[in-house]
Each structure stands twice: as structure tokens, then as C-alpha cells.
């Protein structure tokens, strides 16, 4: 076991040197690209020098790179990530409210995925070129070469204005956003909190479009790795020595290859969320998701500089840490990893 | 087998290279097309693949040589009547601003098209250069320039592609620098394992041995190594690519109007979509599909011939 701590405490340390480099990344892109981030952000507009000049006070970009790249890291080291030109707010507190918004449509995101990719990975793989396989395949690269956005609206044509099934945006109804109080910011957890049926009701049914959409992002990539894994899998001597054994068929899938089929899966899983996070920029905007991922779409738009760089220092910082929890998962999960 | 066979041919066609450019040129090609059909025979994927493709670019092409073939111009507002459902005259309906979305259709293919191609070969230029110097060199550079790669791979490629081009300004460079930044890590990584893998080889420390320098090495003998490598990803890539500048078109950062778009014509159908004006986001979108899945079955075609276990895999027990 104190091999596993070592191993954690080592990966800790090396995500600092990792996220170092992301951020100093996002800091060169933003700043030293070519192109004036104060006149890109006014966009085009007739403006005098004196409005332009205070504008660069106002964001630093009147001291030397490297003194705004010391007051750069400095601000995200203290939790300052600047203020909204928009509205005013920091930009840390606003990406806070929106954040577990992005986390809920996520996790039930993957969950669509696993549930989806994973299960068509392993049927088609048990049925290995045959009609099954072929037409989970082309499944999964269709669903590889599918808009996002695009999904989303046909989704919304089809189960809001034709069927009126679900309704087309936001997470929650009408009347009910201004009553319901939420605790924790994952509605679907405030709602089961509250005891509150209809709320929950209503949120579920705000939430089932917007998942599946970006869902299916991910089923292709989940569905190919676990088809190939699971092949890997079937494919090894103690599988035979099961089979030769007589344990039926059912079993040898369910017990013996699921379990080590999942672990390559595990790996890319950090992977996968910046795939997801990806999506989420989509699938935000079409179904006016409230999350950080549409927050950053809409501070492009109104060129809301602070905004922006705060969006994506946060998103770096979060996909790092999910990259490091993944890591340690699996480190604890398959004994065979070197440590 | 494939892997070891290729710089014999290559060296075979030093030999019998003419004098005259022309007629050189003339005999690659001629060796390209017969070595590909042969390549080709079974690989019912990529056929399919190519096909998709080629008539994708075989259409934008004409389409935007001849604008109005079928009757209609794509751009020109009041041609059509407005927001129509698709008819006989008008296959896919009409938009908002009386113009015939089959017309826009044709045409709408030019910026993925050209983003999709330009991107992808600038990332794989930057990326396999990078990626051969950094396994080769190895040591400190090799160090820094992994964790670089690493750090950005990990980041989000749509998040990234959207702030990149919001920078950059929008229109098509904008979209080649930024789609084309965000794919260099991929290649990278890919050209550095394989190079990694490749260096330690027995004919390249013999090559070494015989005092061939790095950059012969390298050039001659890793390069062309991990060229099959470097191809399934890029039609990958490709496929992805087409996706990614869609979605930018959708989220505005494409071609200004009124230049026909698929990606911008969704985000214009959206708009519509309460009327239940179905016809304007179906269309373009089927037609990104069908893109993307073309350089998808590429992808997927090259994949099964440079490693041909990974077809037909449990016959063999």
C-alpha cells in the first residue's frame, strides 16, 4: 500500500511541472500571438488611442511580458482571476455558479456513453465479424462523424416542436426556477434533497436531450476502445483455459473479460473528458445550458477578455485534475501498473 | 512485412530513375496508381471512403466554378421563394432570405474542404518534424517539448480551436492556424513513438555503424518508417477536422455571409426551427456527416492495411 502513496505523491508532484507548462501555454497564446488582445477585444470598432490605452492599463497590458506573466500565475496562485468586463462580477465566482452545471450534464453525459458504447464495444466484440459487429461498427463511426450541434437541434425539431415531448432549453421550467432553491448546484441532487417530485420531474426532462447529445460524442470513441479491448481480452490464454474448462459462454464475457476489458478503458478516460468538455461547448449553446463551457462561448462573443482567460486557466486546471485522479484510480485499480 | 519492404522500393526507383524530370515524374506516378491498385484489391472500407471523398471534392469544385448549375445561385438573395418546404423545384426547400438550399449545399463544402486539407497538412508538418527531431535528439528537448505536447493534447481541441480562431479572427486562415495548432500534438505524438521504436532497430544502427549521418537517417530510413503511421491518423484527423470547423462556422466564426456554409447554415436554420423549419439544419448537417464519415472509412480502410491483424482477428484460433 505504501508503494500505491508513493506512487500518488509522485504524481502529484508531477502535475505541478504539467500544469505549469498548460498555463504558461494559455498565457503565450493569448498574449504574445501576434495581434493586440486590447484591440481584438474592441473589435473592429472606430476607437481612440486615449479609450484603447486605458483599456491596456486597466488589464495590465502596459507592463513587460514577464511582469504580467508573474502577475498572471501570481492571480490564479491567489484565487484572483480578474473581473468580468461584462458584468462586473469576478470571474472566479461566476465560473463557480455555472460550474456544477457543466459537471451534471457531464456526468450523465458519460453515463449515456458508457452506457451506449460500452455495451455495443462488448456485443460486437463477442460477435466478432458477423452482422452484428459490422453494424455496431458502422454505428460507431457514424456517430464518430456526427455534429454535435447538429444532433442537438434534430433532437430538439424532432422530441420539442414536433413531439413536445421535452422542452427545448435551460435546466429547469418556468415557474419552478424562481421557487426551487438549490443547494449544492447539481439540480438533479438539490431536487432529491428537497424531496421535491415534480421538480425532479421537471429537471430530468430538461436533462435527457442535452446527455444524450453529448453522449454520443463519446459512444464512438467508447464503443471502438471497447470492442478492441475486449478482443485483446478474448483473446488470451486464460479465456480459452475457461472455455476448455466448460464455464458457459455468458459467464466467461460477464466475469472473466469485462473486468480486464474495462482497464484500458479507465486509462483514456482523462482523455475522454476533454472530449466531453469539448462537447459541453456545444451542447451548451444549443440547449442554453447554463455552464461554464457556453459562459466562455458568450465572453468570445462580447470579447470579454478576463472572462476568457479565466474560462480556460480553470478548464486547464480541471482537466488536470481529473488527468490525476484517473491516474491514481487506475494505479490502485491494476496492481500491474509500475510504479 | 509491408514496413521493411519500403525502402528497398524506394531505393529500386533511385536506380531507375530517367534523366528527364518529366518522364520521372511520369513513372512515379505510374507506380503509385499500379501499387495502390494493388493495395486497394478487398479493402471495401477505403474504396467506399475515397469515393465519399473524392465526390465531395469533385462537387464542391464544380459547384464553385459553375455557382448556379442547378438553376438557383447560392448567394443571391430573392431567387427562390421564402422558407418553402422542399419541393420539385426546390429539392431542399428554400431559407429565410428566398434562396434555394440545394444550391448552397453544392457549394457549401469549399471552406471545410480547404481548412480540413490545409489544417491538417500544416499540423503534420510541424508535428512529424517536431516529433522525429524530439525522439531522435531525445534528452532535455525531448523532455520539454513532450510535456509541452502532452499539456496541450490534454486541453480540450474544440475549447482550444474556438478561443485560437476568437484571436485570431474569423474567416479561413484564421481556421487553418488555429484547427491546424490544435492537431500538431497528435502528430507528434505519434511520428515520437514511432521514431523511438524505430531507433532502436538493428538496420539503423547498421546504417549508423556504415556512418550514414543524422539527418540521412532520419530522411531516409525513420521518416519513411512512420509515414503508414502518420496516414490512418491524418484521415482521422481529417475527419475530425471537418467536425471542428463546422462547429465553428455554427458558432459564427466561419466564412462571413452571405457565402453558403453548411455549418453557418444550420446556425441560420436554428433560428427557424420553432416554425418547424426542418429542412434548413437537416441538409447541411447530412452533408457533414457524409464528409466526415468519407475521411472516416479512409481512416479506417488504411488502419486495416497497414496492420491487417486487427481485421479477421479471431480466425486464427
Known amino acids: ?339 | 512485412m509491408r514496413r521493411s519492404k519500403q525502402p528497398r522500393n524506394s531505393e529500386a526507383a533511385l536506380d531507375t530513375t530517367p534523366r528527364s524530370p518529366l518522364a520521372a515524374l511520369f513513372l512515379w506516378v505510374v507506380q503509385v496508381v499500379s501499387r495502390s491498385r494493388r493495395a486497394l484489391q478487398g479493402q471495401t472500407i477505403l474504396k467506399i471512403g475515397i469515393v465519399i471523398v473524392l465526390a465531395f471534392v469533385v462537387m464542391t469544385v464544380i459547384a464553385n466554378i459553375f455557382p448556379s448549375m442547378n438553376g438557383y445561385d447560392p448567394a443571391l438573395y430573392r431567387d427562390a421563394p421564402r422558407l418553402e418546404g422542399p419541393t420539385l423545384s426546390h429539392w431542399m426547400g428554400t431559407d429565410q432570405l428566398q434562396r434555394d438550399v440545394f444550391s448552397r449545399i453544392l457549394s457549401g463544402g469549399y471552406a471545410s474542404l480547404i481548412v480540413a486539407f490545409s489544417a491538417v497538412a500544416l499540423s503534420m508538418t510541424v508535428g512529424s518534424v517536431l516529433g522525429w527531431i524530439s525522439g531522435f535528439a531525445g534528452g532535455w528537448l525531448d523532455r520539454i517539448l513532450s510535456l509541452t505536447m502532452d499539456a496541450i493534447y490534454s486541453f480540450p481541441s474544440m475549447i482550444l480551436a474556438i478561443v485560437l480562431v476568437a484571436m485570431f479572427g474569423s474567416g479561413i486562415m484564421p481556421m487553418v492556424w488555429a484547427v491546424g495548432f490544435v492537431y500538431i500534438p497528435t502528430y507528434f505524438r505519434v511520428t515520437r513513438a514511432e521514431v523511438l521504436q524505430v531507433r532502436e532497430t538493428t538496420y539503423v544502427e547498421a546504417i549508423r555503424a556504415v556512418g550514414a549521418s543524422n539527418t540521412r537517417i532520419i530522411l531516409r530510413h525513420v521518416a519513411p518508417n512512420t509515414i503508414n503511421a502518420i496516414m490512418a491518423v491524418s484521415s482521422f484527423n481529417l475527419a475530425d477536422a471537418i467536425l471542428t470547423v463546422a462547429a465553428l462556422s455554427f458558432l459564427g466564426f466561419g466564412l462571413p455571409p452571405p457565402a453558403p456554409d453548411w455549418g453557418f447554415d444550420i446556425q441560420n436554420g436554428q433560428k427557424f426551427l420553432q416554425s418547424g423549419a426542418w429542412w434548413l439544419i437537416t441538409f447541411p448537417g447530412l452533408m457533414i456527416i457524409f464528409l466526415s464519415l468519407g475521411f472516416g472509412l479512409i481512416g479506417e480502410g488504411i488502419s486495416d492495411l497497414v496492420n491487417p491483424r486487427r481485421k479477421r482477428k479471431r480466425k486464427k484460433i
Open chain 1, 1 to 339: 500500500m505504501s508503494r500505491v502513496l508513493r506512487y500518488i505523491g509522485q504524481r502529484l508532484l508531477l502535475t505541478i511541472p504539467m500544469l505549469l507548462i498548460l498555463l504558461t501555454v494559455v498565457f503565450l497564446l493569448l498574449r504574445v500571438m501576434p495581434g493586440d488582445p486590447v484591440s481584438a477585444m474592441l473589435g473592429g470598432r472606430n476607437i481612440s488611442a486615449e479609450v484603447l490605452e486605458s483599456y491596456r492599463v486597466r488589464l495590465g497590458f502596459d507592463k513587460p511580458v514577464f511582469a504580467q506573466y508573474g502577475e498572471y500565475l501570481g492571480g490564479i496562485v491567489r484565487g484572483d482571476f480578474g473581473e468580468s468586463l461584462r458584468t462586473g462580477k469576478p470571474v472566479l465566482q461566476e465560473l463557480f455558479t455555472r460550474f456544477p452545471a457543466t459537471i451534471e450534464l457531464a456526468i450523465w453525459g458519460m453515463l449515456v456513453a458508457m452506457i451506449f458504447g460500452f455495451t455495443s464495444g462488448v456485443l460486437a466484440a463477442t460477435r466478432a465479424d458477423k452482422l452484428t459487429d459490422h453494424g455496431v461498427r458502422v454505428f460507431h463511426i457514424t456517430s464518430f462523424a456526427m455534429p454535435l450541434f447538429w444532433l442537438g437541434l434534430m433532437f430538439q425539431v424532432f422530441f420539442c416542436v414536433k413531439l413536445g415531448w421535452f422542452p427545448v432549453a435551460g435546466r429547469i421550467g418556468g415557474r419552478l426556477a424562481f421557487e426551487f432553491q438549490s443547494i449544492t448546484g447539481f439540480y438533479v441532487l438539490d431536487a432529491i434533497i428537497h424531496w421535491d417530485g415534480r421538480a425532479l420531474l421537471d429537471i430530468l426532462s430538461h436533462l435527457v436531450l442535452p446527455a444524450i447529445t453529448l453522449g454520443i460524442a463519446l459512444t464512438g470513441l467508447q464503443g471502438r476502445m471497447s470492442r478492441a479491448s475486449m478482443l485483446e481480452i478474448l483473446d488470451q490464454d486464460y479465456i480459452t483455459t475457461a472455455r476448455a474448462k466448460g464455464v458457459p459462454e455468458r459467464r466467461v464475457v460477464l466475469q472473466h473479460a469485462l473486468r480486464n476489458a474495462l482497464i484500458p478503458i479507465i486509462t483514456v478516460f482523462g482523455l475522454q473528458f476533454a472530449v466531453l468538455m469539448g462537447g459541453a461547448v456545444l451542447t451548451e449553446t444549443v440547449f442554453s445550458w447554463p455552464g461554464i463551457a457556453s459562459y466562455l462561448v458568450r465572453s468570445i462573443e462580447a470579447r470579454d477578455y478576463p472572462a476568457i482567460q479565466g474560462s480556460i486557466v480553470f478548464i486547464a486546471i480541471f482537466i488536470s485534475l481529473v488527468n490525476l485522479i484517473v491516474d491514481i484510480f487506475y494505479s490502485v485499480i491494476d496492481p500491474r501498473v509500475r510504479y
